[in-house]
């Protein structure tokens, strides 16, 4: 279906392309060969760049691996399990919960935000970790009696040796009478992190789902909140706006999420699924297993919530449409008003964006509620379907990139000069020092919830606490 771009004056398609091509020169044929397929202008229709390719080895890549895929983003966030990265502390330290995935409950009871790892030494690599993870999975036990299951989540070194934790994950499960789930999500497996998402659904279907069933009486209005990683307390924002809707939230995925709610999750009437890289996988599983519909959501600015809070109250019944429309009237003021305070500061501003996941088009339009353009997006491990998303989302013409380096990156904001980049650690402090106001919009920058009606002005002020800052006047950048 053809759509009707926004245009933004000065960006045509040739003006973008040029950009492109200049960008691209420095390169061996080889390898801009091998780049060009990755970077186009937006034309509104179909997937226009290629994706989920390996990086060129020798560039810059923002990626990351399969162990930060299952671990850091789909196992790590439930919060009433252990879950132990099997490898180097190296990779272990990851899972002291980088992502910002807060958690309510009491650490060490039924909350285990902790670092667990089996901090693999030489022996081990030479003669094995498998009796090491044998004894950690005691202790484990034994020092947290409460928790409901233990994930292992095996990093490089255990695939390069050959251990076998499916093995020993399935002995020591029978031994301590717990769930205990493998997941072989070694980082070199695949691309990038999309295929740890990939593993992780596929341990979470084979270990976990239809193993439980909820206490409370079925409804017509349960629904399960899926790709919701609570980054900066996201979650607290949107279950409780569904659930003031009249629906019935009775799991979230898997941010602050619990193990035992998600394996009765196949109970539910309706998947609301809001990061669809990281989780189309098992509303497809339930799908075609139980028969569970799905639906795609955007809570994401006033006006991508008020269209997601319609289209899902579509699948419902009266009382459902009527909830959603008050709702909607009780907030619509609230957020006119954030918009009237921070859009004459932000009006006409430029935004490029690089993350993962769901922000670089599920943002476009919050922006856009504060008078903004975005001027580029892309994806750090997108598909086709996920660009074929997006370019409907942005203007007309606009620079679309995947697994952008870090050079066409600086390229790309030289020439476009954006007043603000919204992407991760790994390029915050260069655009920094380049003198370009910048969002850490992998994790809220510290800051956050950024979902809901909750989120929103928090969002619009972090975006204008960037953009307008004093401080930018203080620096001579060198490039």
């Known amino acids: ?128 970790g498998d009796k090491k993870l044998k004894v950690l999975l005691q202790e484990a036990k034994e020092l947290f009696p409460l928790a409901k299951g233990i994930s292992v989540l095996s990093e490089c070194p255990v695939g390069l040796i050959g251990d076998d934790i499916n093995s020993v994950a399935k002995q020591s499960s029978k031994e301590l009478d717990i769930p205990i789930i493998p997941c072989n999500c070694e980082g070199f497996r695949g691309v990038s992190q999309s295929l740890g998402h990939h593993i992780s659904n596929d341990t979470i279907r084979d270990y976990i789902i239809e193993t439980r069933e909820f206490a409370e009486p079925a409804t017509p209005y349960d629904i399960a909140l899926i790709g919701e990683y609570n980054i900066g307390g996201d979650a607290w924002s949107t279950k409780p706006l569904l659930e003031e809707c009249g629906l019935n939230v009775k799991a979230v995925w898997t941010g602050d999420g619990e193990m035992e709610k998600i394996a009765a999750t196949h109970q539910v009437k309706l998947n609301v699924i809001h990061c669809y890289r990281s989780m189309n996988y098992m509303c497809k599983v339930m799908e ?49 008003a954030v918009i009237d305070e921070y859009k004459p500061r932000l009006e006409g501003k430029k935004v490029m964006l690089y993350v993962g996941g769901l922000r670089p088009r599920h943002t476009v339009n919050a922006y856009e509620d504060l008078g903004m353009a975005v001027v580029g997006s892309g994806y750090e491990f997108a598909h086709g379907d996920d660009y074929e998303r997006t370019s409907p989302e942005m203007p007309e013409a606009t620079v679309i990139y995947d697994d952008i380096t870090e050079y066409e990156f600086e390229q790309f904001a030289d020439a476009l000069k954006p007043d603000l980049i919204g992407s991760g650690i790994k390029e915050k402090y260069l655009f920094q020092k380049m003198g370009i106001p910048f969002r850490q919009m992998h994790s809220w920058d510290y800051s956050g919830p950024y979902h809901g009606y909750k989120g929103f002005p928090i969002f619009a002020r972090d975006v204008d606490m960037a953009v307008n800052s004093p401080t930018w006047n203080l620096v001579k950048s060198p490039f």
């Open 1 to 128: 279906m053809s759509h009707e771009l926004r245009k933004i004056e000065g960006i045509t398609k040739e003006s973008t392309q040029e950009m492109i091509d200049k960008a691209l020169e420095i390169y061996p044929e080889k390898a801009k060969k091998k780049r060009v397929p990755h970077l186009a202008p937006n034309e509104g229709e179909g997937a226009c760049v290629k994706s989920n390719r390996k990086t060129i080895p020798g560039v810059m890549s923002a990626r990351g691996c399969a162990y930060a895929g299952a671990k850091g983003v789909v196992w790590g966030p439930i919060r009433d399990m252990v879950h132990v990265s099997h490898g180097p502390v190296g990779c272990g330290w990851y899972s002291w919960g980088t992502r910002r995935n807060l958690m309510s409950g009491i650490t060490g009871v039924n909350s285990f935000a902790m670092q667990f790892t089996s901090d693999f030494q030489e022996k081990d690599i030479v003669y094995g």
């Open 288 to 336: 075609e297993k139980y028969g569970i519909p799905w639906i795609e959501l955007n809570f994401f600015g006033p006006t991508k919530i008020r269209q997601s809070l319609r289209k899902l109250a579509e699948l419902f019944d009266d009382t459902i449409k009527e909830k959603v429309e008050a709702v909607i009237a009780k907030y619509d003021p609230i957020m006119q």
